[in-house]
């Protein structure tokens, strides 16, 4: 186990997220001869989408798929490379500097990175519906995290409710894994075909397509599908039942778990704490980096590789990985070898194809995104819809000024889980657009560290020399 | 809400606010709480209302609980390790408990 | 063309209040704010509303705010969350504590009561979470805090229901004498006016030096750092002489820990870089001063950017070299307690052209006064 005092004061790469982008990254660089580590805060590489890939325990390879085992490849490869690879780190602040801040089992460390390449990946659209915060909901993510990790299946009266191809996909894992389903609620709207029938002929050529309709009519045959264009988590303590309807169709279903999903989008706190500009893509409904073609931000030295760049998928993002990282070897090392960037350019390119059928397909509804009365918006701070959209009313511009009046963005998740539900509840309230209203200013650490693990820093020199005169 | 699918992972003791359960390699604390059907793990600090892990993945900070002493730990990215004492947190609980 | 009584450059607090001031004075004022009233320093510092270990020149303004601080719900039509529960400057030591008892006693045979010396007892007794190590303090029991993007807020709503025009997002790019009227360039167009207010904090030196009229003024940005919620364990607001820190708890359960360690600010981008070996000195302070936190979890820093003077107090007056304008910038620091008075002040000091408020001492010509002759004459 690699600690705080083991690592050097300075790296020519820093790789912040262990996922695909994270491991494709780190080991091409260390490969090509860069003085390289990769921090992530789990227990073991490979993100979400590999999550626990080197020590899960689900041991038929049927029930995760083979696109999950190909993992194992890119975490290998990232080992073998020369790479340091440090799990269980958690790295809080990044400035534009590249001053890296970084918590190993409670001690911090500042270090120097000459590049910077931030692979968070993503992270679950918020799914604010009536009840979401009782004991017994979970994001979809969540329980494919325990799945793959530690074996979990759900097996009591259990819905999935949501959209979006990695609910179809756990919906096939569970099932395989010997897991109950009792219902699939589908809240995608119909009308979505609309938009997404222009970009129908790229997706059947692309990949997705035969994987997508084998998945739809693996869980079809054993699971009820309904569409639903309401949905509310009901319980005291924790949830009783799922109520859900369309039209004046009004169900109620006794529950034990509820699942919700609604697609991901980008992790963008880290890059926004570091000052790199982001901007809001209407096609995904959320807000991702400014990057150049080679994955550049904003800001020098900072690039965001992955499905934090923009969503994008697992495989796509090991190639950004790549692009990411052979720019920053060309830059600190231009004599060394790297793989063709063209070459990667173009799989790259192939992986593009069918993603705006699948995004236009899979947006969710304006009511799931925007919700109204008591339901809770902010986890941490319990602010509700109504809450925020009064607010917006009396005068409020941003989320930034909303702080000060409903605390909504100030308590420990520092956004993740609302910042798009409060950005589009302000930009609705007061008839202007997301791109508008802006997204929170995210201030530093992006992960709470105790005042115990602050004050590990090692003592600087000036404050030692202040201490001995 | 959860069942093994298997028991690959060497046992592991951890106490909950006191109470053996039975962990396995490679738990984290917020899923080793889930496999032992623990249906919340802590009380809001704002209303009280109660919560569980939701995410799973180090974002929703819900799994908040305390670990070997220390308040506030994101369970789901914390291993469990044998004799790991875990609290579960009811409302304003962090620092001077 | 617009045109009004006084244009006001800067939306923070100071802005904010003088704005309202001069409304409620009857006057026109039309205040321009680069970004949004409370962007920077007004809205982002400690909230600390403090009498206690003010600079002599400064506390008869520092009076004259508490006073509005006590009936701010009726000023501005909003409490701004503002609780009095005292500010307590603690002595780590007994030599501290001796110097506290000279500043107190100072103060008494100057007409000042609002600091009084404690012991440890009554220390404890007010802080019960401080280390042992403390053998005393000073209290000022009136003191308080507020928030303070809520405040700066609430007197830019309430100056704008009394009739000043607040334009946001509108940055001034020239000052120029036309007849008896200064006109302003701004990006939203010129606007004229007799009398110009420059309560630009940061960006102060600017406007001064559009007038021909340099001051040395610093940017500045103190960092804070808050954490999440911990069970309610102290009330008054806890400042140090010997090293920097200022601690106190909000009402919601937060403590936001201060002092003055500085980011590093870039005024043109308004950005700040955390200085995170500063903020260990500071965890390490708390940690040392308040064990009952070490396991609390700091889940935000920041940093607001403003104006350092040379001496540490602010810019208060008129211009020493053009007529009809005043300043009011510069407040190193301190400056939020002091918004409601001042504003009070500089609208009577444009209204009337005096005050009955003290203010020598912050003028601005005594940054001219201090050079060194020999380089005056060449």
Known sequence: ?469 | MFKRLAETGAAVAITVDGRQIAARAGDTVAAALIAAGIDHCRTTPVSGAPRAPYCLMGVCFECLVTVDGVGSRQGCLVPVRDGMAVETQTGKREAGR | MRTADVVVIGGGIHGCATALHLAMRGLKPILVEKDYAGRHASGVNAGGVRQLARDLAEIPLSISSMALWEHIEELVGDDCGFESHGTVLVAENETELASFRARVEDLRLRGFTHEELIDRAELKRLVPAVADHCPGGVVSRRDGAADPFRTTQAFRRRAIEKGAEVLEGVTVTGLSKVGVNWRVETSAGPIEAPKIVNAAGAWADRIAAMLGEPVPLTVVAPMLMVTSRVAPFIQPVVILRGRKLSFKQLGNGTVVIGGGHLATPHRDRNETVIDWDKLAISARTVWELFPAMRAATIVRAWAGIEAFMPDGIPVVGPSSTSEGIYHQFGFSTHGFQLGPGTGAMMAELVATGSTNTPIDGLGIDRFSQRKDPSLRSG
């Open chain 1, 1 to 469: 186990m690699t600690k705080a005092s083991d690592l050097a004061p300075s790296y020519d790469l820093v790789v912040i997220g262990g996922g695909p982008a994270g491991l494709a990254a780190a080991a091409l660089a260390a490969r090509a001869g860069l003085t390289t580590v990769l921090f992530d805060e789990n227990p073991g590489v490979g993100g979400q989408i590999y999550r626990a890939i080197t020590f899960s325990p689900v041991k038929d390879r049927a029930v995760l798929g083979e696109d999950y085992w190909a993992g194992a490849e890119l975490a290998a490869e990232a080992k073998a490379s020369g790479a340091l690879i440090v799990t269980g780190a958690t790295v809080w602040s990044l400035d534009p500097t590249r001053l890296v801040g970084v918590s190993i089992a409670g001690q911090a460390r500042l270090i120097e990175a000459k590049r910077v390449i931030i692979a968070t990946g993503s992270l679950e659209r918020p799914f604010p519906v009536p009840g979401w915060t009782l004991p017994g909901v979970m994001s979809a993510g969540g329980a494919q995290t325990v799945l793959k990790a530690q074996g979990l299946v759900p097996n009591g009266k259990t819905v999935l409710a949501g959209g979006g191809p990695l609910m179809w996909l756990l919906a096939a894992q569970i099932l395989r894994a010997g897991g109950k389903i009792d219902a699939v609620l589908d809240t995608t709207p119909r009308k979505n075909w609309l938009r997404a029938l222009a970009h129908l002929p790229d997706f059947v050529l692309s990949p997705y397509f035969a994987k997508g309709l084998k998945l739809l009519r693996e869980v079809r045959a054993k699971v009820r599908v309904i569409r639903v264009d309401r949905l509310e988590a009901v319980g005291d303590d924790k949830l009783r039942e799922v109520v859900f309807g369309k039209g004046d169709n009004e169900r109620r279903m006794p529950a034990d778990l509820l699942l919700l999903h609604q697609g991901v989008v980008p992790n963008v706190n880290l890059a926004l704490a570091a000052g790199v500009a982001h901007a809001w893509n209407e096609r995904q409904l959320c807000f991702e980096p400014v990057l150049d073609e080679d994955f550049n931000s904003s800001v020098p030295g900072i690039s965001v590789a992955g499905d934090g760049a923009g969503i994008a998928g697992g495989t796509a993002a090991a190639e950004r990985g790549r692009i990411a990282a052979i720019a920053a070897v060309r830059a600190l090392k231009p004599e060394a070898s790297v793989p063709d960037l063209q070459i990667v350019r173009q799989k790259l390119q192939r992986e593009a194809m069918g993603r705006a059928f699948l995004d236009w397909l899979n947006r969710p509804a304006d009511s799931f995104r925007q919700p109204e009365g008591d339901t809770i918006v902010c986890r941490c701070e319990e602010v509700t819809a109504r809450q925020v959209r009064d607010t917006a009313d009396l005068g409020c511009e941003g989320p930034n000024q909303m702080k000060a009046f409903l605390r909504c963005g100030m308590g420990p998740c520092q956004g993740r889980l609302r910042g798009l539900t409060v950005t589009e509840l302000i930009a609705a309230q007061r008839g202007t657009t997301p791109a508008e209203v802006g997204y929170y200013r995210l201030r530093p650490p992006v992960k709470p560290i105790t005042l115990s693990e602050l004050a590990s820093l090692p003592i600087a020199e000036a404050e030692r020399k202040a201490v001995e005169r």
